[in-house]
């Protein structure tokens, strides 16, 4: 089945514990993506990956860093997390960047992440 | 920047009744335009999407057509029904140049009553 995974589901840690969260596809994606859901503030992009080893900053890049060695992963580290990087976490993936009808992203689950 | 601006909910309507969600942007050059539906618990999926101007993405009953002249891009539905009780969110994507980043709008709760 094609699909989207993320580990974990849930998550409660404290400030400064550093933590990954990981993201797989088996679709042989060249685009993935991170994302950050929030109320009232919709889904905002922290980095995104245009293939192997090419990565880029969203729009709320801080505090997170995302490595990308192999295609079909695409982690999301926080180096030393915050309070304020207690958000609802969606990885995604696309066949291909750069092309219009190639554009539609699969979503993953979602993690849910507390930071106390 | 690029900006998806989507109009505030929630959204509440009978079962049958008339559905519009506003949907403006801005962006620069020719970015394609999508819309997707969180069901609750659920990550987002595509609903429809249009990659240039005048194209009427269309699915499930919902429509929208990319409108470049007013950077719009509305999701109406005709007939709406309870399942179709969701977040809606409205996005875009512009690449160009080795990049691809991609804007939400903060999404509109609807909820269908029977």
């Known amino acids: 089945e094609a699909q989207v995974t993320q580990n974990p589901r849930y998550l409660i840690t404290v400030t400064g514990k550093k933590l990954t969260v990981t993201c797989s596809q088996n679709m042989n994606h060249e685009y993935m993506s991170w994302y950050r859901q929030d109320p009232g503030l919709g889904l905002r992009q922290i980095y995104y990956s245009m293939n192997v080893e090419v990565t880029d900053k969203g729009d709320v890049p801080e505090g997170y860093k995302v490595s990308r060695k192999e295609k079909r992963n695409f982690p999301l580290i926080l180096e030393s997390p915050s309070p304020n990087q207690t958000s609802l976490y969606f990885c995604?993936?696309?066949?291909?960047?750069?092309?219009?009808?190639?554009?539609?992203?699969?979503f993953g689950p979602g993690t849910r992440l507390t930071v106390t | 920047g690029n900006s998806v601006t989507q109009m505030e909910g929630p959204v509440t309507l009978s079962e049958e009744a008339f559905l519009t969600i506003n949907c403006t942007y801005t962006a620069t050059g020719y970015p394609s335009l999508f819309w997707y539906v969180q069901y609750p618990g659920e990550g987002l999926q595509l609903l429809l999407k249009?990659?240039?101007?005048?194209d009427k993405g269309s699915n499930k009953g919902f429509e929208a057509t990319y409108r470049k002249e007013t950077t719009s891009f509305h999701l109406e539905k005709g007939s709406v029904q309870v399942s179709d009780s969701a977040v809606y969110f409205c996005a875009l994507i512009h690449s160009g140049g080795g990049y691809q980043k991609v804007t939400f709008g903060t999404g509109t709760k609807l909820q269908v009553i029977p």
């Open positions: 249009a990659t240039k101007a005048d």
């Open positions: 995604a993936s696309s066949l291909r960047p750069m092309t219009g009808s190639n554009h539609e992203q699969y």
